[in-house]
């Protein structure tokens, strides 16, 4: 999911609850049932609205670059290990 957000592309996701999170959190894509309907319904949608498109991508290349640079991700990990080290 990260390396398509990277692309700043839409994501177009039929999956686990880890994706389907990421993909409501960062609004960079559509969640369907694993429904031939469904996904055909959502590849339509994507389609016919660019705007959409191009606003599903930049949420989630905004996304990606807040949440999964080096940087954040040391911070958290040097938390939670302050919060072991406090118990």
Not at 10 to 26: H, M, Q, T, Y
């Amino acid at each position: 999911v990260t390396g398509v957000q990277t692309c700043a592309l839409p994501i177009l996701a039929c999956g686990g609850d880890e994706i389907k999170s990421i993909v409501k959190k960062s609004k960079a894509g559509l969640l369907s049932n694993n429904t031939i309907e469904d996904i055909s319904e959502n590849i339509l949608n994507l389609y016919n609205n660019k705007e959409m498109r191009v606003k599903m991508g930049k949420n989630g290349r905004k996304y990606v670059e807040k949440y999964f640079q080096r940087k954040y991700i040391t911070q958290k990990l040097l938390k939670s290990i302050g919060r072991l080290n406090n118990e």
